[in-house]
Nanobody, 113 residues
Framework: QVQLVESGGGLVQPGGSLRLSCAAS????????MDWYRQAPGKERELVAA???????NYADSVKGRFTISRDNAKNTVYLQMNSLKPEDTAVYYC???????WGQGTQVTVSS
């Protein structure tokens, strides 16, 4: 059974940084692409960043140059480093395994002074 558990969310001031982690169950992790989505109140869920099994990355235009997605296959974990955070980054962030369409429970990120 695929399980994805996010952590690292919280309250941060504008301009601050957070690192989200998503711990995945099982040895399948290294073989699959992963991504991060977010959903702000009243808005649709949107793709933030993706990473292939070969570490190719893609980003939404709104986060390019500020966010970095990475993975550690030895730890079955995918990360999202978020720098220069803005109030509009406030959302619930979800980890997602693309092939099987598996989702984590989400972690809240709030950017506010």
């Amino acid at each position: 059974q695929v399980q994805l558990v996010e952590s690292g969310g919280g309250l941060v001031q504008p301009g601050g940084s957070l690192r989200l982690s998503c711990a995945a169950s099982g040895s399948w992790f290294r073989a699959y692409a992963m991504d991060w989505y977010r959903q702000a109140p009243g808005k649709e869920r949107e793709l933030v960043a993706a990473i292939s099994r070969l570490d190719t990355t893609n980003y939404a235009d709104s986060v390019k140059g500020r966010f970095t997605i990475s993975r550690d296959n030895a730890k079955n974990t995918v990360y999202l480093q978020m720098n220069s955070l803005k109030p509009e980054d406030t959302a619930v962030y979800y980890c997602h395994q693309i092939a099987g369409d598996y989702w984590g429970q989400g972690t809240q990120v709030t950017v506010s002074s």
